[in-house]
């Protein structure tokens, strides 16, 4: 059974930085395409960033482009979000995603909050 579990969450102040991990255990990492998602209150769950299987295409949501990073290390089955220059707008829960092609299935985890103070 796979499964998929955030952590780093936390209170920063905005312009801060936060590095989120996610570690993905009981299936095959490096076959699965990875994302972050986030859902703030009252709204619907949003992408922010996914990264592909060998890590070398990498897409961003244009509200986070150029402030985080995502990477991943298919070694230790590890997905990290980078997060700098936090705003105000990046207060969330934060999801880990995992899916996997043939047939489709798509994981998630628990989420993590992240609050930034203005």
């Known amino acids: 059974q796979v499964q998929v579990v955030e952590s780093g969450g936390g209170l920063v102040q905005a312009g801060g930085s936060l590095r989120l991990s996610c570690v993905v255990s009981?299936?095959?990492?490096?076959?699965?395409?990875m994302g972050w998602f986030r859902q703030a209150p009252g709204k619907e769950r949003e992408f922010v960033a996914t990264?592909?299987?060998?890590?070398?295409?990498?897409y961003y949501a244009d509200s986070v482009k150029g402030r985080f990073a995502i990477s991943r290390d298919n070694a230790r089955n590890m997905l990290y979000l980078q997060m700098n220059s936090l705003k105000f707008e990046d207060t969330a829960v934060y999801y880990c995603?995992?899916?996997?092609?043939?047939?489709?299935?798509?994981?998630w985890g628990q989420g993590t909050q992240v609050t930034v103070s203005s």
């Open positions: 995603n995992a899916v996997i092609l043939g047939p489709w299935k798509s994981y």
């Open positions: 009981g299936g095959t990492f490096s076959r699965y395409t």
């Open positions: 990264i592909r299987r060998s890590g070398g295409s990498k």
